[in-house]
């Protein structure tokens, strides 16, 4: 599928440039993409990725990515049947999918990849991805947005009077782009080609894999300080005193009160800045309390994180530019003009084919398109309002799939490419009509 997927974009962009006589524009968009991939995500992303992994080291090491995992194991089960509970994957994964839901993406990626280097330890076939990874990836193209952090800030610059409004749409659209997704990959894993058994054999001795390094060593049942529990109290309560005059203004400054989305807007983006900050101070105390050596092993799972990073960036750049290929070629405008007569047809707004066929492939690209029609038709416009949701609630599929399967090497993605553009086209018609119920 990716084989073929990739050599579709570099063909038919040249083919296209070809017609329109862009060469020069795709020879720029090729090399500049080649460039981007390396020092504006891969270099970032390894700070990012060094600083995420050695914290998970300690919360793994201590137990406490163990104990959050147990909250919502009957759910994990159903989802990633073919992990054992007790794996470190399971914790990882509650992680990435919090700090998705918390629109806090430069703490979901590093995660996210461990998670995947996890589940890959139970791979029986290097390099073809797993039905747990695959499960993974679309729940990771279709998260739960309860904050989407970017589309309320460009709808704030331009001058919205109500920028957090696409809070309820944007909920809607992603929850059902997120069931779409859940009930897709687990229909097309057992569909002729995407059967796991008939690509790879039998996966069955992942239930035979051991348990994380913490139960293993001990490590997660070491008694805990006396002071620990008092400290992590202090700690919680600093945060809850920064916490509750930003979430809940009404109660403190004596502001009006606001509408149910206003409200919960107001608590999940007083929620955001406080996480990481929380975490990176919450993981090492209680680390400490366990009588884990907190430096020495912050060193040894940020060592990984550059690894990683630097083992994804031949995917990144292969995808990357053959995105820019396509898209610097005018492949994009002219799939436009053939689909608007069938769109207005429909009565779908022609104005939003921009950001559907832009956002699967480049996150910068639908950020762009996204400012300029909040420029072009006004911030509080209905349209407007369907773009920002769109942009939130939908992921840059084809990134996410280079990133997440290029940090383990997987090259036969299965049935991820079709389910994560599935859930795409569901968020989209939710969106539009999430917002045409909310804003009409």
């Given at each position: 599928?990716?084989n073929?997927?990739?050599?579709?974009?570099?063909?038919?962009?040249?083919l296209?440039?070809?017609?329109t006589?862009?060469?020069?524009?795709?020879?720029?968009?090729?090399?500049?993409?080649?460039?981007?991939?390396?020092?504006?995500?891969?270099?970032?992303?390894?700070?990012?990725?060094?600083?995420?992994l050695?914290?998970?080291?300690?919360?793994?090491?201590?137990?406490l990515v163990?104990?959050?995992?147990?909250?919502?194991?009957?759910?994990l089960?159903?989802?990633?049947?073919?992990v054992?509970p007790?794996?470190?994957?399971?914790?990882?994964i509650?992680?990435?999918?919090?700090?998705?839901?918390?629109?806090?993406s430069?703490?979901?990626?590093p995660?996210?990849?461990?998670?995947?280097?996890?589940?890959?330890?139970?791979?029986?076939?290097?390099?073809?991805?797993?039905?747990?990874?695959?499960?993974?990836?679309?729940?990771?193209?279709?998260?739960?947005?309860?904050?989407?952090?970017?589309?309320?800030?460009?709808?704030?610059?331009n001058?919205?009077?109500?920028?957090?409004?696409?809070?309820?749409?944007?909920?809607?659209?992603?929850?059902?782009?997120?069931?779409?997704?859940?009930?897709?990959?687990?229909?097309l894993q057992?569909l002729g080609?995407?059967?796991?058994?008939?690509?790879?054999?039998?996966s069955?001795?992942?239930?035979?894999?051991?348990?994380?390094?913490?139960?293993?060593?001990?490590?997660?049942h070491?008694?805990?300080a006396p002071?620990?529990?008092?400290?992590?109290?202090?700690?919680?309560?600093?945060?809850?005193?920064?916490?509750?005059?930003?979430?809940?203004?009404?109660?403190?400054?004596?502001?009006?009160?606001?509408?149910?989305?206003?409200?919960?807007?107001?608590?999940?983006?007083?929620?955001s800045?406080?996480?990481i900050?929380?975490l990176?101070?919450?993981?090492?105390?209680?680390?400490?309390?366990?009588?884990?050596?907190?430096?020495s092993?912050?060193?040894?799972g940020?060592?990984e994180?550059?690894?990683?990073?630097?083992r994804?960036?031949?995917?990144?750049v292969g995808?990357?530019?053959?995105?820019?290929?396509?898209?610097?070629?005018?492949?994009?405008a002219?799939?436009?003009n053939?689909?608007?007569?069938?769109l207005?047809?429909?009565?779908?707004?022609?104005?939003?084919?921009p950001?559907?066929?832009?956002?699967?492939?480049?996150?910068s690209g639908?950020t762009a398109?996204?400012s300029?029609l909040?420029?072009?038709?006004?911030?509080?416009?209905v349209?407007?309002?369907?773009?920002?949701?769109?942009?939130?609630?939908a992921?840059?599929t084809?990134y996410?799939?280079a990133?997440y399967?290029?940090?383990v090497?997987?090259?036969?993605?299965?049935?991820?490419?079709p389910?994560?553009?599935?859930?795409?086209?569901?968020?989209?018609?939710?969106?539009?009509?999430a917002?045409?119920?909310l804003?009409r």
């Amino acid at each position: 599928m990716l084989n073929l997927i990739w050599l579709g974009l570099l063909l038919i962009g040249v083919l296209v440039a070809g017609i329109t006589g862009q060469f020069s524009a795709v020879n720029q968009g090729a090399l500049n993409a080649a460039r981007s991939a390396v020092m504006d995500v891969a270099l970032p992303l390894s700070g990012a990725m060094t600083l995420w992994l050695g914290m998970m080291r300690l919360a793994e090491k201590a137990g406490l990515v163990q104990q959050l995992a147990r909250f919502i194991r009957p759910i994990l089960i159903r989802l990633f049947s073919d992990v054992p509970p007790e794996h470190p994957a399971m914790g990882s994964i509650v992680m990435n999918m919090a700090a998705n839901m918390l629109g806090v993406s430069n703490a979901a990626t590093p995660l996210g990849l461990r998670a995947m280097t996890q589940l890959n330890e139970l791979n029986t076939k290097q390099g073809v991805a797993t039905n747990a990874m695959c499960t993974f990836l679309a729940i990771n193209t279709s998260s739960i947005q309860l904050i989407p952090a970017t589309a309320i800030n460009i709808l704030a610059i331009n001058g919205s009077k109500n920028p957090t409004s696409i809070v309820g749409s944007t909920l809607i659209a992603t929850f059902f782009a997120t069931l779409s997704a859940i009930a897709t990959v687990k229909l097309l894993q057992r569909l002729g080609p995407f059967r796991w058994e008939r690509q790879t054999g039998l996966s069955t001795v992942t239930n035979a894999t051991p348990v994380s390094e913490a139960t293993e060593t001990g490590a997660g049942h070491r008694p805990m300080a006396p002071w620990c529990p008092w400290a992590l109290a202090a700690l919680t309560l600093f945060f809850l005193f920064l916490f509750f005059p930003n979430a809940f203004p009404y109660w403190f400054r004596g502001d009006a009160v606001p509408g149910f989305l206003q409200a919960v807007a107001l608590f999940f983006n007083a929620l955001s800045p406080l996480a990481i900050p929380f975490l990176l101070t919450f993981f090492p105390l209680y680390a400490a309390g366990r009588g884990i050596p907190i430096y020495s092993e912050f060193i040894e799972g940020a060592k990984e994180g550059f690894v990683i990073a630097v083992r994804i960036i031949p995917y990144l750049v292969g995808m990357l530019v053959a995105i820019a290929v396509f898209r610097d070629s005018g492949t994009l405008a002219l799939l436009q003009n053939l689909l608007n007569p069938v769109l207005s047809w429909i009565q779908f707004p022609p104005s939003l084919l921009p950001m559907v066929l832009i956002r699967p492939l480049s996150g910068s690209g639908s950020t762009a398109v996204l400012s300029d029609l909040v420029k072009q038709l006004g911030p509080d416009n209905v349209l407007s309002y369907m773009a920002a949701t769109i942009y939130g609630s939908a992921e840059t599929t084809f990134y996410v799939v280079a990133v997440y399967f290029g940090s383990v090497g997987i090259t036969k993605t299965r049935h991820a490419i079709p389910t994560g553009l599935f859930a795409d086209f569901v968020g989209v018609i939710a969106s539009v009509l999430a917002c045409r119920l909310l804003f009409r």
